[in-house]
């Protein structure tokens, strides 16, 4: 079977055991700052796991893509030199929540793979470990599937830990656990290693295919272990593993899906395809990289954005190493849509996207690699000894992308040695900061929990009735909220918004007879909406009703801001290209921000021409439209999903006209032209590869128009001329001033000439050296570098540093006539002056120049010249 067809069977099996299909989640995390990278199929599912989330169905399947390139999951160093190590991997998943638990899921997972209807393995070559403890799991699998007992591992806390075990799944330090059940493939004898948990598992011999997690209990803080009162489960199998079970190969690099990609990355560099490791590099890194870029991550110099820079680079090294000539790497993704685009449409759309990135940074990291090969002579020009520093290794290694070996290379035709001890220690210190950067911080135990959902009706409502079912201060439930405090409501329904998506929580207010609660804020966790504010008079107790009062003012300017927001979206993707994708947003009831992926500054015609779109679609006055439907149909109608939200099973579907539809659960204007006026009042770069937008709509638009209108009559006021005849009178004013600037420098160079025969008289002689230190305030630096030029002329032999108190800030010029320089250097009395006044200085051995803002200490620093020249001569 081909992989594609592997995956197929797998999602329909499940669909016929009732499972929902679910499509992959992206690689991106949607409201989980704890991961780098979505690494496991159950990511999407983790707060149904925790009870925060109750989904339309209880069982799931899917076929999840994956990335394990940083962070706590990190398989980089490996890829390309194991049979089985990937950045990238797609993760074949079936889950319950609360439905089914381990005798289905045992049940199930035998039936796919040993039926004659779907993989048909051999059932003698099937291997299965089991938690130690668990001896409800290892009954079934003997008793029930007939796994004879020779073929069954029971696996301990191997980890040096209680409940630290390869079969035994945590969440984190706490929150949801449970034993799992492991199901191994036997590729015979002829191959070396041994069973799991004995001394040769790491052999080759017997893989896993299969893990069952049976989320059965919840660990507090203090390592006890309670019973979950829904347990559930988890399954994931690797499809490129599968894959190569089935197609009888041992490598995962030999399976049809890479025979693909490695033919094209060697016609790409130009080399033969032998199987080499590098070219195992280049393939694995062309399905990370082109996955990631497609869902929005772009090199940059953290985050993410980092580890996608680590892979490109990392392909163009062995690429290089396999002697490819310029860029090759981009080449690649054309090969890659053609074997994975059907699954994943995301890299059809986005294939230009992917190869104009990946070609970019194949572009710069050529030139980086240089500037590192100079910083590598720099320091081994610097090398006492003949052993490269571990921690100069990992330099180039973290900075420029140098690989040890490399830098092994260059230093061995200088008959140098690297520390490759010191630079694994530096490795290993960065290994440990990842995964302390990416791991669970927060115990799951302490989360706001609460079993019903609040029903929103605000889509329709500002105000209505309501019941009072969680009072908490200080995070703690509470059954009554007292005058003065502070505290969080929550509602059987409610019409307050609850952040989400950019869009901030609704203010306002809820009254209960006497007792009013202002509400500052609404978020939501689970299907709770959190209502937090401060109780202004009176007292709450749960259980009693409430009148809710939505700030109706704020949430209008509010809602216009936001669908504004959704024509920026589609006008940028209109003049910018379809690579455009939300990168984060604040929508508030002042204005509107927007963060989206591109790779370049907006010229001030693509910023015109947005405006120009987006009011154009206000001026259609097109009504705004919502439906309520499933995923896959609001895909098939082309709505495009919003970065940081994350979706159900039903999804609300936004459509204004023809020109913008995306999936969007916030609050919208009724029509477009409602929003009355966009105007953009500001771009730039956020961090590389994201731009920013600000934009004004409606009364805070006109606001700021009529704001810059009578900036313009004031301006023209000042220089005698109306708005007609501004540019003109502004240009004749700037030109008079560049005739008088001119005319100034004229005379300040006259004064400076004649204040330098003065001056000249008054300098000093120290050992046969003329030395002037002298204070003249008003100077700029260009007035006093050429008396500098000047004075060294008239005294000869001479030591010069003159100081400036100019536009409230100190301004130093040094020099030194040449036959000095090899005894005192320009550079280092201005180091010495600079610092005195709380600044920096430097320059030539003859000339340099400085300053600081400590004008205090000015006569001080002058003071430092005839030291200076004593103890350099």
Request: hydrophobic letters at 40%.
């Amino acid at each position: 079977m081909k992989s594609a067809e592997i995956r197929e069977a797998f999602l329909r099996f499940f669909e016929e055991q009732g499972h929902t299909r679910v499509a992959s989640s992206s690689l991106i995390p949607g409201n989980d700052p704890t991961l780098l990278f979505t690494n496991a199929g159950m990511n999407q599912f983790k707060d149904c796991f925790l009870g925060q989330e109750k989904r339309a169905y209880t069982r799931a399947v899917s076929s999840q893509k994956c990335v394990r390139a940083g962070g706590k999951h990190n398989d980089l160093e490996n890829v390309g030199y194991t049979a089985r190590h990937h950045t990238f991997f797609e993760m074949l998943g079936n889950f319950s929540f609360g439905d089914y638990f381990k005798r289905d899921a045992i049940t199930y997972a035998w039936n796919f793979l040993t039926s004659e209807k779907w993989l048909n393995l051999p059932k003698e070559k099937l291997w299965v470990t089991v938690y130690a403890s668990d001896d409800e799991a290892y009954d079934i699998w003997t008793k029930d599937i007939g796994v004879p007992a020779e073929r069954m591992v029971r696996i301990g806390d191997n980890k040096g830990a209680p409940y630290a075990s390869d079969n035994f799944w945590t969440m984190g330090d706490t929150g949801p656990c449970g034993p799992c059940t492991e199901i191994f493939y036997d590729h015979g004898a002829d191959i070396w290693g041994g069973p799991p948990g004995s001394p040769e598992e790491d052999g080759d011999r017997y893989i896993e295919i299969w893990n069952n997690v049976f989320m059965q209990f919840n660990r507090t803080a203090d390592g006890v272990l309670h019973p979950l009162p829904a347990p559930s489960v988890d399954t994931g199998m690797g499809l490129e593993r599968i894959s190569a079970v089935l197609q009888h190969v041992h490598s995962n690099y030999e399976i049809d899906l890479f025979q693909s990609l490695l033919s094209a990355s060697a016609k790409a560099i130009g080399c033969t395809n032998d199987a080499q490791a590098s070219l195992k590099v280049v393939a694995d890194h062309i399905r990370s990289c082109g996955f990631l870029i497609a869902d929005g991550v772009l090199p940059s110099n953290e985050g993410r954005g980092y580890v996608l820079r680590r892979i490109i680079r990392r392909a163009c090294r062995h690429g290089n190493k396999l002697g490819a000539k310029g860029s090759f790497f981009y080449q690649i993704v054309a090969a890659l849509v053609a074997e994975m685009g059907e699954a994943f449409p995301e890299l059809k759309s986005q294939q230009a996207h992917i190869e104009r990135v990946l070609k970019a940074e194949e572009e710069q990291f050529a030139k980086t690699l240089e500037q590192g090969l100079k910083i590598l002579e720099q320091d081994l020009a610097e090398l006492k000894g003949d052993v490269v520093p571990g921690d100069v290794v990992f330099k180039l290694y973290d900075t420029y992308g140098f690989p040890m070996d490399l830098t092994g290379d260059i230093a061995r035709e200088r008959s140098l040695t690297i520390d490759e001890e010191g630079f694994e220690r530096e490795m290993e210190a960065q290994r440990v900061r990842a995964r302390s950067a990416s791991s669970f911080g927060m115990d799951y135990n302490s989360l706001v929990k609460v079993d019903v959902a609040t029903e929103f009706t605000g889509y329709t409502a500002h105000s209505g009735s309501a019941k009072i079912v969680a009072l908490y201060k200080d995070g703690q439930s509470v059954d009554v909220l007292s005058e003065g405090e502070e505290g969080v409501v929550v509602l059987n329904q409610t019409p307050f918004y609850a952040e989400s998506g950019g869009q901030i929580g609704d203010c306002g207010f809820l009254q209960a007879g006497a007792a009013r609660f202002d509400v500052r804020d609404t978020t939501k966790t689970g299907g709770a909406f959190l209502h937090h504010g401060v109780l202004d008079s009176g007292s709450l107790i749960v259980g009693a009703p409430v009148e809710t009062h939505v700030d109706a003012d704020v949430r209008h300017a509010t809602s216009l801001n936001h669908s504004a927001t959704h024509l920026l979206h589609a006008a940028l993707r209109q003049v910018l290209g379809e690579h455009v994708q939300q990168k984060g947003s604040l929508v508030d009831s002042q204005r509107l921000r927007f963060d989206f992926s591109h790779f370049e500054a907006i010229k001030p015609e693509q910023l015109k021409a947005l405006e120009d779109i987006v009011n154009a679609e206000i001026r259609k006055n097109s009504e705004v439209e919502t439906e309520e439907t499933d995923i896959e149909t609001a895909k098939q109608k082309g709505a495009m999903a919003l970065f940081g939200e994350k979706y159900g099973d039903s999804v609300r579907v936004l459509s204004m006209g023809d020109f913008s539809v995306e999936l969007c659960g916030g609050i919208h204007a009724a029509r477009t032209g409602d929003i009355g006026l966009l105007k953009i009042i500001s771009e730039g770069g956020v961090a590389s590869g994201v731009r920013r937008i600000e934009a004004l709509t409606g009364a805070a638009a006109l606001a700021y128009l009529n704001a810059a209108e009578e900036q313009l009559k004031e301006a023209a006021n000042l220089v005698k001329g109306s708005r007609d005849n501004l540019i003109d009178k502004l240009s004749a004013v700037l030109e008079r001033n560049r005739l008088l600037e001119k005319q100034l420098e004229q005379l300040q160079a006259k004064a400076a000439s004649a204040a330098g025969d003065d001056l000249s008289a008054s300098a000093l002689d120290v050992k046969g050296v003329k030395v002037l230190a002298v204070r003249l305030d008003g100077q700029d630096g260009k007035a006093l570098l050429a008396l500098v030029d000047q004075l060294k002329n008239k005294l000869g032999r001479a030591v010069i540093l003159l100081g400036s108190v100019h536009e409230e800030k100190v301004v130093l010029v040094a020099g030194v006539t040449k036959d000095l320089t090899g005894q005192l250097k320009a550079g280092d009395l201005m180091k010495q002056a600079a610092a005195a006044v709380g600044g920096k200085g430097g320059g030539r051995p003859d000339m340099a120049q400085g300053g600081g803002t400590d004008a205090g200490a000015l006569d001080a620093a002058l003071a430092l010249t005839v030291p200076f020249v004593e103890q350099g001569l």
